[in-house]
């Protein structure tokens, strides 16, 4: 059975950071979404684990990083200046890829068959 496990997840104010690792088999492309109550699973980043490409959402970049520790079986996702509207359940996902369309890139929750339990992310003041 495949086993991904986040954490780090918690409470801050904005402006705040946090960092999610997720401990687990190490697949070619993995990936971080999000989801908050009554909305569809919302890809936020993905790396592939072989080299440098990667994949943030729109609302994230120059605020998340996604990054690989291969040596600990690890892929964290770095957030900084956090705002309310990161509030979500944090989701690590295995094995997928980035899409890339004509004029935009991202990932598919459907892409992407390991999951883990996911962490909860709240940023309020």
Not at 54 to 63: E, M
Not at 92 to 112: H, M, Q
């Amino acid at each position: 059975r495949v086993e991904l496990v986040e954490s780090g997840g918690g409470s801050v104010q904005p402006g705040g950071s946090l960092r999610l690792s997720c401990v687990g088999p190490i697949y070619t492309c993995m990936g971080w979404f999000r989801q908050t109550p009554g909305k569809e699973r919302e890809g936020v980043a993905a790396i592939y684990t072989g080299g440098s490409d990667t994949y943030y959402h729109d609302s994230v970049k120059g605020r998340f990083t996604i990054s690989v520790d291969k040596a600990k079986n690890t892929v964290y996702l770095q957030m900084n200046n956090l705002k309310p509207e990161d509030t979500a359940m944090y989701y690590c996902a295995g094995d997928g890829a980035i899409t890339r369309y004509s004029n935009y890139d991202t990932i598919l929750e459907g892409d992407f068959p390991y999951w883990g339990q996911g962490t909860q992310v709240t940023v309020s003041s």
